[in-house]
């Protein structure tokens, strides 16, 4: 099994420059999340789909940010324009989620660290 | 919304002994309570969770105690070792059809001392 797969790991851009984070969960789990992880904040959920339909987006930060799943083994968060704010480890998990209600554990990638000049 | 709090931010005990983080919740609706453990440069991995339904749950080295008239529950590890040592994140949520939100805490950076 290989996991929450997420790329890249690293990512050293300028300001204004779009970003764009991808996360593979692992196969067979049905709900996805996006967590953003600083020193200050600590991990804050962005947003989470269940059956690849996004299900609450009230932690985006702003219009900046936007998170799509085309199907059940990809997804992608998208930061435009990126701003030295920004700069943050970002985080993807998946859980299999049971219909009714969530339950579990989750399992987090190894996440992907930005840098917004 | 759900609000947790985490105690201490930063842990230092000797090797052997045994540390205690302390966290609590402010939704008397939360029924679900992970622990975490996060190593340097991956993400956070479940050690231990505790339903509602149960006070005290135990898993060799760890366990979880949980006070929901107080709304706060505390993870034990006993004898640390020092690859004990990481990042350990509290979280609370609230098992409802739809609720999907894991509420975490700030986390306490535990160091064993060899």
């Known amino acids: 099994d290989a996991g929450v797969i997420q790329s890249p790991r690293h990512e050293v851009t300028e300001m204004g420059q779009e970003v764009t984070l991808r996360c593979k969960p692992i196969s067979g789990h049905n709900s996805l999340f996006w967590y953003r992880q600083t020193m200050m904040r600590g991990l804050e959920l962005l947003i989470y789909f269940n059956n690849n339909v996004p299900i609450d987006d009230s932690g985006m930060p702003e219009d900046r940010f936007s998170a799509k799943m085309p199907n059940a083994s990809f997804s992608t968060l998208k930061i435009q324009p990126s701003e030295p704010r920004d700069s943050a480890v970002y985080f993807c998990?998946?859980?299999?989620?049971?219909?009714?209600?969530?339950?579990?554990?989750?399992?987090f990638g190894e996440g992907s660290r930005l840098t917004v000049l | 919304g759900e609000n947790v709090e985490q105690h201490p931010s930063t842990l230092s005990v000797q090797e052997g002994d045994s540390a205690v983080i302390k966290c609590t919740y402010s939704?008397?609706?939360?029924?679900?309570f992970p622990w975490y453990k996060q190593e340097l440069g991956k993400g956070p991995q479940l050690i231990i969770d505790?339903?509602?339904?149960?006070g005290e749950k135990k898993d060799q080295r760890i366990a979880v105690t949980l006070n929901k008239t107080a709304k706060h529950f505390s993870l034990h590890i006993t004898e640390t070792q020092p690859e004990d040592s990481a990042v350990y994140f509290c979280?609370?949520?609230?098992?409802?059809?739809?609720?999907?939100?894991?509420?975490f805490g700030t986390g306490t950076r535990l160091t064993v001392i060899p």
């Open positions: 998990a998946s859980r299999p989620g049971l219909a009714g209600g969530p339950t579990g554990e989750l399992f």
């Open positions: 979280a609370a949520s609230s098992e409802q059809t739809g609720a999907n939100n894991l509420f």
């Open positions: 939704d008397s609706a939360s029924n679900y």
């Open positions: 505790i339903r509602s339904n149960v």
